[in-house]
């Protein structure tokens, strides 16, 4: 198969239940990453369309029936939302397949069912929650109501645009609030579609607004506007900072989920018919581009031989082609500046005294693809954990081996790096595993699988992968302020 026929799609912003362009109708270019060719006209927001959509949202908030109509209706309406994403699972597939360059099997059979359950679950567990009460004594009663906060900016990146914004959607309606999301300027089509889903779901008009542009100039224009109380953001640890910063002004609460440069411990006595698939998955999945991938792969000495002889193989029979091609396990990087940035890489590996295991070139590809951004699955091997290579959040097809001859060891390497979002064990010891699992400064380790998600669980990062954390009530405290009511009996 080849690449599917394109038609350039115009994007609009969506705002106040209708698509419109921007106020000087100012636009930008989106391409097709494996192939250059262009694929959409983008409306590029000024300030005045952000102030505008913020006012919208804060209006809808205000003066709207969405936070005081009742939770079953809320509800109903969110999950109406999950239906209709299954019922244009194929399209939306496509379209992340398109912009993102990820595998159309991998968004069709994975992340777009995964993003409706995102709202389907958080509609489901609000109607379960409750609240605290403490009565003192006879004389009083205390008891807590969970409120809506008002209007949350959320900004995605994007390597899972429609999937991490519904992780965010769908707590936020649950809990109340109004919405302004910001998807990333490079993957705006699937997100785009969110806003005839909430209108033909029912959501009133002004709860789903959604906004293009680059992130320096619309993402920072949310990021200070008034009308947004918080931010939930997604996306690279300095733009996480440069929020941070932005924010200080207007007191915003924030919810961020960053970077990550994930050990991946494998233990002598791990089954490695299932960790060496599973590693792969965890290495390319998205072309290495997830926040979550085992791009450090500690490998105990005794078996290093054995393990990269399976792990290359296993890395050269990747099939790497078209995203639209269901045959396809691994696309293109997503954009030039990124997949500039990740060869860059190549050349410090080759400054750091690296040894190349596989990959570091250009896959053999169909003659439609030559222009795409592709990378080799390229695996290293490196004594040096202290090599930019090991410390550095590369976000491609590109991994690192390095051994360790202890547990001990292996902890230290785990935990010399600043980021801590997760970690992965692979071992027969059930002691052993626990001990790692304890030892390793992250938000999630993984014990022989990786990326197996309940969504009821915390999820986020130690140091510099995050602050806060997201999943089943962690997301709806965020989304809300928590009220104290004392009553005098
Ligand atoms: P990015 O930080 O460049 O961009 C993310 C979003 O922020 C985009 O919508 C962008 O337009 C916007 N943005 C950029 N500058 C901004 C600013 N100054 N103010 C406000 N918004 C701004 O990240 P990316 O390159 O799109 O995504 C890759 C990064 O995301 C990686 O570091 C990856 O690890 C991280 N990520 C983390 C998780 C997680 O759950 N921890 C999940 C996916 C991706």
Known sequence: MTS????VKR???????????SSDEQTFEVKNPATQEVIAVVSEATEEDVQKVSQVARDAFDHGPWRTMSLADRCDKIRRMAEIILERREEIARLEALDVGKPYSHAFAGEIPRAAHNLKFFADFMEQQGGEAYPMEDAYLNYTRYEPVGVAGLITP???????????????LAAGNTAVIKPAEMTPLSVSLLGEIAKQAGIPDGVVNIIHGQGRVVGTAITENENVDIISFTGSTATGKAIMRNGADTLKKFAFELGGKAANIIFEDADLEKAIPVSINAAFLNSGQVCLAGSRILVQRSILDSFIEKFKLAAEALVVGDPQDPATKMGPLVS???????????DVAKEEGATLITGGGTPKL???????????????????HKARICQEEIFGPFVTIIPFDTEEEALTIANDT?????????TENLKRAHRIAHGVRAGTIWVNCWFVRDLRVPFGGFKKSGIGREGGHHSLEFFSEAKNICIAL
Not at 11 to 21: A, K, M, P, T, W
Not at 336 to 346: A, F, T
Not at 366 to 384: F, N, Q, R, S, W
């Open 11 to 21: 994007v609009l912003h969506f705002i106040n239940g209708n698509y419109e362009q």
């Open 158 to 172: 994007w390597n899972a645009p429609f999937m991490l914004t519904t992780w965010k959607l769908g707590p936020c």
């Open 418 to 426: 600043d980021y801590g979002l997760n970690g992965v064990v692979w």
């Open 4 to 7: 599917v026929e394109v038609k």
């Open 366 to 384: 169909a003659a439609h693809l030559k222009d795409g951004y592709y990378i080799e699955p390229t695996v290293y091997y490196h004594e040096d």
């Open 336 to 346: 030039e500046e990124h997949y500039n940035k990740v060869r860059s890489y190549l």
